[in-house]
């Protein structure tokens, strides 16, 4: 497994891979991966020829009062783990992305069946992870 940790380096790859016709999935983390992460990287196998882990702890999925600089991050184990149980093409691991400047041109809305769930505890997190999720996929644009 590769790691990039920069967009234009995972483009660089993807754009390679995509002239081939190469099917490429996506499987967006924070981090801290456990057993459901790795079932779906597994899952990948045989449904597309390459799989991009992403992990990126979206610091705009936090409220002010909520702990960003306590989230663990273990790129390190995350690795280990990708490597032994569900191995990824390449892991894109960023600190502070690229693909969540100030002023996003996309923007997404979550309504409907998420209301009265998450949305009634933290108002802001759906959309602000489906945000986060949307520019990582773009990301993925060659």
């Known amino acids: 497994m590769r790691t990039v940790d920069t967009v234009r380096a995972l483009r660089d790859e993807i754009g390679a891979w995509r002239k081939d016709g190469t099917r490429v999935a996506l499987v967006p983390t924070m981090g ?19 799989v991009v882990v992403s992990i990126f702890v979206n610091p705009k999925q936090f409220a002010p009062h909520e702990d960003f600089d306590c989230y663990p991050r273990d790129i390190q184990s995350d690795s280990a783990k990708l490597a ?27 309504s409907g069946p998420s209301a009265g769930l998450e ?19 773009n990301s993925l644009d060659a």
Do not use: M, W, Y
């Not at 949305?119 to 996929?137: E, K, M, V, Y």
């Open 32 to 50: 801290a991966l456990h057993a459901g992460h790795l079932a779906l990287v597994a899952r990948h196998e045989g449904l597309s020829d390459r």
């Open 84 to 110: 032994k149980h569900a191995p990824a093409d390449i892991c894109l691991c960023q600190k502070v992305p690229s693909f969540l400047p100030s002023g996003l041109r996309d923007r997404v809305e979550v």
């Open 119 to 137: 949305t009634d505890f933290r108002p802001h997190f759906l959309s602000r992870c489906c945000n986060g999720r949307h520019q990582i996929a």
